[in-house]
């Protein structure tokens, strides 16, 4: 299992803003139905100037089937407002392997 990070510098006073296009694009959702997503969210630092978009994988193959996607940069578009660096497809989350976890 792994787990991606992608760090997001948010424009002062667009943490809520950058939030609702996330939802309204569904891209959570989205990301969360792609095959081998276990888990996906995202956090707002509390100064609201930073968020973390976090998943969870069975593994590299499975991100990598995210990433690779042709319609994953689709969305850029409504982030980039709210963003102090645009993003595009090419940008990845980094990859960590799960070293533990404690089971139900």
Avoid: K
């Amino acid at each position: 299992m792994i787990r991606t990070v992608l760090r997001l510098d948010i424009l002062p006073g667009h943490a809520d803003h950058l939030v609702e296009a996330f939802r309204g694009a569904e891209i959570l959702e989205t990301s969360f139905a792609q095959d081998g997503c276990l888990s996906t969210e995202i956090a707002i630092a509390e100064d609201g100037l930073e968020a973390i978009v976090t998943a969870t994988w069975d593994d590299v193959d499975a991100y990598a089937r995210w990433t690779s996607r042709t319609d994953r940069g689709s969305s850029a578009e409504l982030l980039n407002p709210h963003l102090r660096e645009p993003l595009d497809a090419s940008r990845v989350g980094l990859v960590y392997d799960v070293a533990h976890r404690p089971s139900a």
